[in-house]
C-alpha cells in the first residue's frame, strides 16, 4: 500500500511467468553451458581433436548471443517487472540483501567478460589462456547461481532470518543447500540435453555418435544429482512449509509426482537413443527430450512458487505486499489511508490492493465465475475470508465498509442476472450451481471441510433453519443471501446428497 499500484490489464502472474521462465532456463543453461564448453574444450585439445575443436567454437557462438543477449535482457527485464509488480517486496529484498545483490552484479559483469573474450579467444589467444578464461566464465557464472539461489530459497524458507533478521540466516536458509546442488544438476542437465539437440545435426556420422554419447552422459549426469537432491529439496521444504499448505496445492505437487516417471523417462531414452543406439538418434528425439528436461524443471520451478502461496516472503509479506507485521495496525486503521496515490476511487484502489496482485475480474485467475450471479453482501462476506476458501489467499483486514466498497466494485463489472438465467439451470442442477458457487469455495465435496455428512437426509424445515442462520454456523461463514428460487433449488440438491457422500 505504501507504493502506488501498477494497473496492466494482463494478470500479474503472467506477465511474471513471460519474463521468469525463459530467463531461468537461459541462465541455468549458460552455467552448465559454461562448464560443458572448457570440459570438452580440455578433452578435444588433450586428443587433438580439430573437428571437436571446431564444434565447441560453433557452440560457443550459439551460447554467447543466447545467454548474454538474451539471458541479460530478460535479468534486467525481471528487475523491472518485480519493481513494478511488488514494489515492496522488492524492497525488502534489496534492503536484506544489499551486499548479496552487489556480489552477484560484480560475478554476473565477469560471467559477460570472460563469455565474450573466450569466444573471441578461440583464434586470438593460447590454448592455455583461453582455457583458463574459460574455467573463469564458469566459476563466475555458477558463483551468481550461488548467490541468486540463496535470495530465492530466503523467500520460500526465510528460517531463522523472521526472528532475527541476520543477513547469513536469511542467506543460508534451510532449504539453501538442497535447492544449489539441484539447480547445479539441472545446470549440467540442460547443458547436456541441448548439446545432444546441436550435435544431432553434425556430420559424419561416427564423429556425430561421439558427441552424441558424450552429450548424453553429461545429461544423464545432471539427472543423477538432480533426483536425489530434489528429494533432499522436498524433505526440507516439508520441515518449513505448514503440511496444510503443501496439502491444498494439490495440482503442483501431482506434477511433482510425475515429475518423478518423466526423470526416469528421460534418463532411460538417454541411455537408449543417446548412448546405445548413439548413430540413430533422430533430431526430433533429441528435441523432444529438450523438451521433456525443461518441462521438468518448469514443474520444479512451478511448484516452488505454488507452496509459498500466500506470501510472497514465507512469513514475512503476502502476495498483495501486505506484512505480516503491520496486522495490528491496519485491523486497527484499515487500509485507505495508508494507501499512497489514491486515484480517487476508493474501491478500486482497494480492489487493487487487496485481490488485484492475484485476481483480474476477466481474464487471468478470474473472479467472475465466482461472483457472477451472486449479491453484493455475498461478495462482501468472501472479500472478508478470503482466507478460508481454497487456494491459500492472504488474510482481509480492512474494515467491514472496506469490504462493502470492494464488494460493490467487483459486483459492477460481474454478470448480475440470476444463476438461472445465467446458466439456464434449474431443480437440483441450479441448485448444485448455487452450492458451487455459494458453498463450494469452503465446502468442496469431497474435500477437507465437506459438510455433506452435517447436511444429507434433514427434513425441509431444518434446511431452512441452516439457511436462515447460515452466517452463525462459522466464524467467517456468509448469510444465505440467494433469491426465493434459489433456495428452494439449493434445498432441492442437499435432498439428493447421501451420507458418507464424504471422502
Ligand atoms: C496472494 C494472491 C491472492 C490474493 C491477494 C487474492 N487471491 Fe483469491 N485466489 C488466489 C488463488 C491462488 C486462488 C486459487 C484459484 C486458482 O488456483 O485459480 C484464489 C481463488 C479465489 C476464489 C475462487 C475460489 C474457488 O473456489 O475457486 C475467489 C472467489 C477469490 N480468490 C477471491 C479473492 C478476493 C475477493 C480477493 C481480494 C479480497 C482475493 N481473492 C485475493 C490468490 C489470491
Ligand atoms: C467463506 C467460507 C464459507 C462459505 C462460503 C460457506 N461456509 Fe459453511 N462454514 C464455514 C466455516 C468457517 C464453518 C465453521 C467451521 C466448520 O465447521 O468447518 C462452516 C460451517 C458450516 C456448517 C456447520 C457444519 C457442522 O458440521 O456443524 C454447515 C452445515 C455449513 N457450513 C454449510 C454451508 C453451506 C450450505 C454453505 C452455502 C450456502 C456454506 N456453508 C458456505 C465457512 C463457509
Known amino acids: 500500500m505504501h507504493y502506488p499500484f501498477w494497473d496492466v490489464g494482463i494478470g500479474y502472474g503472467i506477465l511474471m511467468a513471460a519474463v521468469a521462465v525463459p530467463h531461468v532456463f537461459v541462465s541455468h543453461f549458460a552455467i552448465g553451458g559454461g562448464l560443458y564448453l572448457i570440459v570438452a574444450e580440455h578433452a578435444a585439445r588433450r586428443a587433438g581433436d580439430d573437428r571437436h575443436l571446431a564444434y565447441l567454437e560453433r557452440l560457443s557462438r550459439f551460447f554467447v548471443l543466447v545467454t548474454l543477449v538474451f539471458g541479460a535482457l530478460t535479468g534486467v527485464g ?14 525488502a529484498l534489496i534492503h536484506t540483501f544489499v551486499w548479496g545483490w552487489a556480489i552477484e552484479w560484480t560475478f554476473f559483469i565477469v560471467e559477460i567478460l570472460a563469455a565474450a573474450l573466450y569466444y573471441y579467444g578461440w583464434r586470438h589467444m593460447a590454448p592455455r589462456d583461453h582455457m583458463v578464461l574459460g574455467w573463469i566464465y564458469f566459476a563466475a557464472a555458477w558463483l551468481s547461481l550461488f548467490v541468486i539461489n540463496g535470495i530465492l530459497t530466503f523467500m520460500l524458507t526465510p528460517g531463522k532470518w523472521l526472528r532475527t533478521g541476520s543477513f547469513w540466516d536469511g542467506f543460508f536458509n534451510p532449504t539453501f543447500w538442497p535447492s544449489l546442488v539441484f539447480r547445479t544438476g539441472v545446470c549440467v542437465m540442460l547443458a547436456g540435453l541441448f548439446s545432444l539437440l546441436i550435435a544431432s545435426r553434425e556430420e559424419p556420422a561416427d564423429f556425430r555418435a561421439r558427441l552424441l554419447r558424450r552429450n548424453s552422459a553429461w545429461g544423464i549426469t545432471g539427472l543423477a544429482i538432480m533426483a536425489p537432491s530434489f528429494f533432499w529439496y522436498w524433505r526440507a521444504i516439508l520441515g518449513q512449509v505448514p503440511s496444510t499448505a503443501v496439502q491444498g496445492m494439490t495440482t503442483p505437487v ?59 516472503i ?15 495496525i491496519y485491523r486497527k486503521n484499515a487500509y485507505l489511508r495508508f494507501i499512497s496515490c489514491p486515484s480517487g476511487d476508493e474501491a478500486a484502489d482497494l480492489f487493487r490492493h487487496a485481490c488485484r496482485s492475484c485476481h483480474t475480474v476477466n481474464g487471468y485467475k478470474a473472479l ?118 434459489e433456495r428452494a433449488a439449493l434445498i432441492q440438491y442437499f435432498k439428493t446428497l447421501k451420507h458418507g457422500g464424504a471422502e
Open 254 to 312: 501431482y506434477w511433482i509426482h510425475l515429475s518423478y516417471w518423466l526423470a526416469a523417462v528421460i534418463a532411460a531414452a538417454l541411455i537408449l537413443f543417446g548412448l546405445l543406439l548413439a548413430r540413430r538418434l533422430h533430431v526430433a528425439v533429441a528435441a523432444i527430450l529438450m523438451a521433456l528436461g525443461l518441462a521438468w524443471f518448469g514443474a520444479f520451478e512451478w511448484f516452488r512458487e505454488s507452496v509459498r502461496k500466500p506470501f510472497i
Open 314 to 328: 514465507s512469513g514475512y509479506m503476502y502476495g498483495n505486499a501486505l506484512e505480516v507485521a503491520r496486522e495490528p
Open 368 to 485: 467472475k465465475p465466482a461472483f457472477d450471479g451472486t449479491d453484493t453482501a455475498f461478495i462482501a462476506a468472501i472479500v472478508k475470508s478470503t482466507d478460508l476458501l481454497r487456494g491459500s489467499m492472504p488474510p482481509f483486514w480492512g474494515s467491514a465498509q472496506e469490504a462493502d466498497l470492494i464488494a460493490a466494485h467487483i459486483r459492477d463489472r460481474v454478470d448480475t442476472r440470476h444463476l438461472s438465467e445465467i446458466y439456464g439451470l434449474h431443480g437440483s442442477e441450479l441448485g448444485k450451481k448455487v452450492y458451487d458457487v455459494r458453498c463450494g469455495g469452503c465446502h468442496r465435496i469431497g474435500g477437507a471441510t465437506d459438510k455433506t455428512g452435517s447436511l444429507a437426509g434433514l427434513a425441509d424445515a431444518d434446511y431452512e433453519g441452516l439457511l436462515d442462520m447460515a452466517s452463525e454456523l462459522g466464524e467467517g461463514m456468509p448469510a444465505f443471501t440467494g433469491d426465493a428460487a
Open 78 to 91: 525481471i528487475w523491472f517487472i518485480i519493481g513494478l509488480l511488488n514494489p515492496a517486496a522488492t524492497e
